[in-house]
């Protein structure tokens, strides 16, 4: 699992993680900062991408729903003389905070924030005991909720599609049982049990319940949704000629980052079975290669960076179109806000 230069991380059970940027040239490369260009950080977490951003001359409008982060971050505002602004957001209203001529660019990096995983209270972290708590914004309904009041069913969808658990009903079913007789109340607590239903086996390289702490986080805080509606409010607020760059760390993440761009290439899709669709004007054009994976040195150096994966677009010239979350196949799960207490 990678932390971003944001300081950020897609880990569900590591442990204290220094801020490493990762990908931090090619994004820069990819987003080409420069004096007089407005960039978007809609997810600034420690700050990583946004300081080399504003190294390169640019302004920056900087984005994270964790008050947590925008408190930390206001050193660094009060730093630059005027060129950063720090909004507290998710990243998914980032059209709310364009200026009206545009964006010249907006970068987002997608995962937890390694200095949420620190922090034992905010329940990210099963090798730090605390609360099942798992909200970004520090507001809503929590994991704990979930845990403790989601159906059965609802659980082995949540499990199995967003933390791709191989054994998603096992688990549900123990959770439903434990649960009956005395609530999850902390991390360990959900962890052991994880562990006693699926032991862990000599060649698995991950702890039994990182999958189950994945699949809650991501739902907690609707993660596939929210970067699915900011690749659309992005396409409406670039420029012509701005960019568009993305970090993700996770196959989910990076699979609707390749849809997106995919879907706005204006090449057209089908099967040579059906009639021939009429291609539709491109919206982005691929930056470099389609897909940028940290170098073996930067791996190397830091092993959270294995698995990161980088993709741009450049904005053309072409009027935005209408989202369409079908493109996604995002799946029909539980409503998040029956289950808040």
């Not at 700050?47 to 925008?70: E, F, H, K, S």
Request: aromatic letters at 4%.
């Amino acid at each position: 699992m990678a932390a971003n230069s944001g300081g950020r991380s897609s880990d569900a059970d590591g442990g204290p993680q220094r801020h490493i940027p990762v990908l931090l040239r090619e994004v820069i490369t990819a987003l080409e900062p420069a004096p007089g260009k407005v960039i978007l950080d809609g997810t600034f977490g420690a700050g990583g991408y946004t300081q080399a951003i504003l190294d390169q001359g640019a302004n920056v409008i900087a984005l994270d729903r964790d008050p947590i982060a925008i408190a930390g971050g206001q050193a660094m505002v009060a730093a630059n003389g005027g060129r950063l602004s720090l909004i507290q957001s998710q990243f998914s209203d980032l059209a709310k905070h364009a200026p009206e001529g545009g964006l010249d660019g907006v970068v987002l990096d997608i995962g937890v924030s390694s200095m949420q995983i620190d922090e034992a209270e905010r329940g990210f972290s099963f090798q730090k005991n605390g609360p099942i708590d798992m909200r970004m914004s520090a507001s809503g309904v929590s994991a704990a909720d979930v845990v403790n009041r989601a159906k059965v069913g609802d659980l082995i969808r949540i499990f199995g599609f967003l933390g791709e658990e191989k054994q998603p009903g096992r688990i549900a079913r123990a959770i439903e049982k434990r649960r009956a007789e005395e609530p999850f109340r902390t991390t360990r607590d959900l962890a052991g049990l994880i562990e006693i239903v699926t032991p862990r086996k000599a060649k698995d390289k991950i702890h039994p319940a990182t999958r189950v702490f994945q699949a809650l986080r991501v739902f907690v805080n609707d993660e596939l949704g929210e970067l699915a509606q900011a690749l659309f409010a992005a396409e409406q607020v670039l420029k012509p000629g701005g960019r568009l760059v993305v970090v993700t760390f996770h196959s989910l993440e990076d699979r609707i980052v390749k849809k997106f761009f995919s879907d706005r290439s204006g090449k057209a899709a089908g099967s040579r079975h059906l009639p021939v669709v009429e291609d539709k004007p491109a919206i982005f054009e691929t930056i470099g290669k389609p897909m940028i994976a940290a170098s073996d040195e930067e791996a190397e150096l830091n092993p959270r960076a294995r698995s990161a994966k980088l993709r741009a677009g450049l904005r053309t010239a072409a009027p935005a179109r209408a989202a369409d979350f079908s493109i996604f196949e995002l799946p029909d799960l539980a409503s998040l806000e029956k289950m808040g207490g």
